[in-house]
T-cell receptor, first 114, second 112 residues
Framework: DAGVTQSPTHLIKTRGQQVTLRCSPK?????VSWYQQALGQGPQFIFQ???????QRGNFPDRFSGHQFPNYSSELNVNALLLGDSALYLC?????????????FGSGTQLSVL | RKEVEQDPGPFNVPEGATVAFNCTYS??????FFWYRQDCRKEPKLLMS???SGNEDGRFTAQLNRASQYISLLIRDSKLSDSATYLC?????????????FGKGTKLSVKP
């Protein structure tokens, strides 16, 4: 049983560019949440997708957007990249918008903005 | 005041030591509490949930004090493999279950 898979694992971009990160949830999970983890910080909630709609959003600007597909996979898009967007981006999946013991994280995408 | 605060450490302890981590949270109506473990630049993994009655899992004991808005994690008989960052996590009331609020984490280094 594959867990949460994310691609790519590493990415280098320059300021002003756009990036798309991808996530496939764990089998049986229909909810995907995205987190940003800067170096030395805990993960911060970006948004959650369920039934192909954004259900809740953290304190992130509109440059951060997402999408969920009918097969429950998800994309995170970041436009007009800033140096401060450099971070580990984590995707987490769960069933029926539940969390706690039911929430599983992928190994993340390390984004470096130069 | 940050929503979840932890002592960042690092805690450097010898093998076999007992170490305790503390965490405070700001929203008194928070409902669910967890400890996650994160190895260097890898994904966080659930270590244990924290219940009002306290709970134990082998060498690990978690406690919740709602009156003081305080959560603790005790690790007994530390092993080298316990070296990691320990993240205190809260789900705020009214928030989606996917919206975990993480502390910055406390780094533990267990030495031989």
């Amino acid at each position: 049983d594959a867990g949460v898979t994310q691609s790519p694992t590493h990415l280098i971009k320059t300021r002003g560019q756009q990036v798309t990160l991808r996530c496939s949830p764990k089998s049986g999970h229909d909810t995907v949440s995205w987190y940003q983890q800067a170096l030395g910080q805990g993960p911060q909630f970006i948004f959650q997708y369920y039934e192909e709609e954004e259900r809740q959003r953290g304190n992130f600007p509109d440059r951060f957007s997402g999408h969920q597909f009918p097969n429950y996979s998800s994309e995170l898009n970041v436009n007009a990249l800033l140096l401060g967007d450099s971070a580990l981006y984590l995707c987490a999946s769960s069933p029926n918008r539940r969390a706690g013991e039911k929430l599983f994280f992928g190994s993340g995408t390390q984004l470096s903005v130069l | 005041r940050k929503e979840v605060e932890q002592d960042p450490g690092p805690f450097n302890v010898p093998e076999g030591a007992t170490v305790a981590f503390n965490c405070t949270y700001s929203n008194s109506a928070s409902q669910s509490f967890f400890w996650y473990r994160q190895d260097c630049r890898k994904e966080p993994k659930l270590l244990m949930s924290v219940y009002s009655s306290g709970n134990e899992d082998g060498r690990f004991t978690a406690q919740l004090n709602r009156a003081s808005q305080y959560i603790s994690l005790l690790i007994r008989d530390s092993k080298l493999s316990d070296s990691a960052t320990y993240l205190c996590v809260v789900i705020a009331p009214g928030g989606s279950q996917g919206n975990l609020i993480f502390g910055k984490g406390t780094k533990l280094s267990v030495k031989p």
